[in-house]
């Protein structure tokens, strides 16, 4: 999942104030923003390198570390760890934890292939990237959008108001998530366009995975607190 995961983020920072939004936005997205890392240190090397090549079907990694079950453990402390650290409370790192694992859990419905630890060990995912991208994309999409109603009517209920234009920018850049995921399901670009071998010299597969998810993160820090108050 792409977008599913920051949604969480929006109904944990709802219910625990106390945790700052991008805590949770970051803590949503934790073990991909370690796939960025261990993808640059030669732990989680990630195919097709040219961006333009890749689509959700045939991007190839093995989430060792990132992603696999055992290390949930310490991703899952981490979590917690810093939640308690940095805002003084036990709720906030225990959701923060609760998030990790939810990541895990969503991922193995909607992602690619997750094992207990390595592609020696048990498959315990359902790899609907690889098999079946558009019911991934799908999934994602229904879940989406179940949390985000969630989420807008719980501010509704607690008399949080929004302009229009700011609760429907939120739910456009989920939309926009959504299509673009829909857009690379199972074609990349280049196929989907014809467009010939070239090197642009900015169109590396990762750093535009990381220029995505860290985009729809600094979007969200800015529209999400834009509301205008709540009733009396």
């Known amino acids: 999942m792409l977008v599913g995961h920051y949604a969480t983020a929006l ?3 709802q219910k625990f104030p106390t945790g700052s939004l991008l805590y949770f936005l970051v803590i949503s997205q934790l073990q991909d923003l370690l796939w ?6 030669g732990l989680e090397v990630t195919t097709p390198t040219d961006v333009f090549d890749t689509s959700l079907q045939n991007l190839t990694v093995e989430m060792l570390y990132s992603h696999d079950l055992l290390p949930q453990v310490f991703w899952m402390a981490v979590a917690f760890i810093l939640g308690r650290v940095l805002f003084k409370s036990n ?4 959701v923060g934890a609760a998030i990790v694992f939810g990541h895990f ?5 909607s992602g690619h292939p997750h094992y207990v630890f390595g592609t020696d060990s048990i498959n315990i995912s359902l790899g609907l990237y690889a098999s079946n991208a558009y019911l991934a994309v799908l999934i994602e999409a229904v879940f989406t959008a179940i949390v985000l109603i969630y989420f807008f009517a719980q501010e509704s209920k607690n008399g949080v108001q929004r302009t229009s234009a700011n609760k429907y920018s939120i739910i456009g850049l989920f939309i926009f ?3 673009f995921m829909l857009s690379i399901a199972t074609t990349s670009f280049r196929d989907r366009f014809g467009m010939p071998q070239f090197d642009l010299g900015f169109s590396t597969t990762m750093p535009n995975l990381v220029f995505t998810y860290v ?3 600094a979007i969200l820090l800015y529209l999400v607190p834009k509301k205008t108050g709540r009733n009396t």
């Open 177 to 179: 998530g959504i299509v």
């Open 105 to 109: 859990v969503l991922d193995l419905v």
């Open 11 to 13: 109904v944990a920072h």
């Open 36 to 41: 960025a890392l261990f993808h640059y240190v």
């Open 91 to 94: 709720a906030v790192g225990a």
């Open 215 to 217: 985009a729809l993160l």
